[in-house]
């Protein structure tokens, strides 16, 4: 066999071998938890949208640890106690490669936990994941285990994000839980769909998984077209020289959304296409001078 040939046939059994996992864990090994300290855990990505992990994901559990919680008719009680088993209860999952563990999805909540560990001295310092939710790949040399993480399960082309702010870089760089960056675009990008239906976010229909780091796509496309002037975006992947340049939220979400739409955009992941206003018109031009046009054919004055 040509050696090339063995390769690829090598790659393709990882494959195999990682969507079994993803099948077993979900039906048999779902409930196996372990603790992993964030300082311990690696992440599969640069960057998070931190207002979005502020805004959106901090307060939950902060609730459950100042006050008490109830999600889904389960109280979780005010306390370290309380936190903790709010932790487990939204378990994420994680792979075992051959230099530790790493985060596979989840990294918002991750991070807002590992930031309420910071502000609360008794919250705990450490993760709850589902263990072998993806395999256990520690018997991988590190080159191929890298490789497998890049093949994605046939539905996410990777189970990585090696853009930071839209630079490509390496899986070695990729930071621990605390070395998570914040990503203004990343943000934006999850605002503009879940606000203005700028694109739809992807689910394996077979495992209903979804489109790992969808988002991202979109903040890259986004990055130098939009920027939001004296919100700090140049230090958090934005900006300044963007084609749009607005002090107003409003007005870059509009023109993201907008952007998302047209044809540049037709290969990211939950493109939706909507024809500009300038085609509207055009089209609702065309259609009215045919209506005209077949009125008059039909009751036209005859000749005879």
């Not at 889904?72 to 994680?94: C, L, R, S, T």
């Not at 992807?202 to 903040?219: H, N, R, V």
């Not at 055009?282 to 077949?294: D, E, S």
Request: contains cysteine.
């Amino acid at each position: 066999m040509h050696p090339s040939a063995f390769v690829a046939r090598c790659h393709a059994s990882l494959r195999v071998v990682l969507v079994g996992f993803l099948v077993l864990s979900t039906q048999v090994l779902g409930q196996n938890l372990i603790q992993i300290p964030f300082a311990e855990l690696r992440a599969g990505q640069f960057n998070v949208g931190l207002s979005g992990v502020v805004e959106f994901t901090m307060p939950r559990a902060e609730d459950a640890y100042k006050s008490g919680y109830n999600w889904d008719g389960v109280f979780y009680p005010a306390g370290a106690a309380g936190a903790e088993a709010f932790m487990k209860d939204k378990a994420q999952p994680v792979i075992l490669g051959p230099d530790g563990y790493h985060l596979v999805d989840g990294h918002h909540r991750t991070t807002g936990n590992y930031l309420l560990s910071e502000k609360y001295s008794d919250f705990p310092d450490h993760g709850y994941f589902y263990l072998v939710p993806n395999g256990d790949l520690s018997s991988l040399s590190i080159d191929d285990f890298w490789r497998t993480m890049q093949k994605g399960d046939g539905f996410s082309p990777s189970y990585v994000w090696l853009n930071n702010h839209g630079v490509p870089s390496t899986p070695s760089n990729l930071p621990f839980i605390p070395g998570l960056t914040d990503d203004a675009l990343r943000n934006l990008s999850a605002n503009v769909q879940y606000e203005l239906n700028a694109y739809t976010l992807l689910e394996d229909p077979k495992t209903g998984y979804a489109f790992y780091y969808q988002e991202f796509y979109w903040a890259d496309y986004l990055r130098d077209k939009v920027f939001l002037s004296g919100a700090g975006w140049e230090t958090a992947g934005g900006n300044p020289n963007a084609a749009f340049v607005s002090s107003s939220y409003d007005a870059v979400a509009a023109e993201a959304a907008r952007l998302c739409h047209l044809p540049a955009a037709s290969n990211l992941p939950g493109f939706v296409a909507v024809p500009e206003p300038s085609e509207v018109a055009l089209m609702a031009f065309v259609g009215v001078f045919f209506v005209a046009r077949g009125a008059w054919m039909r009751f036209k004055p005859s000749r005879g």
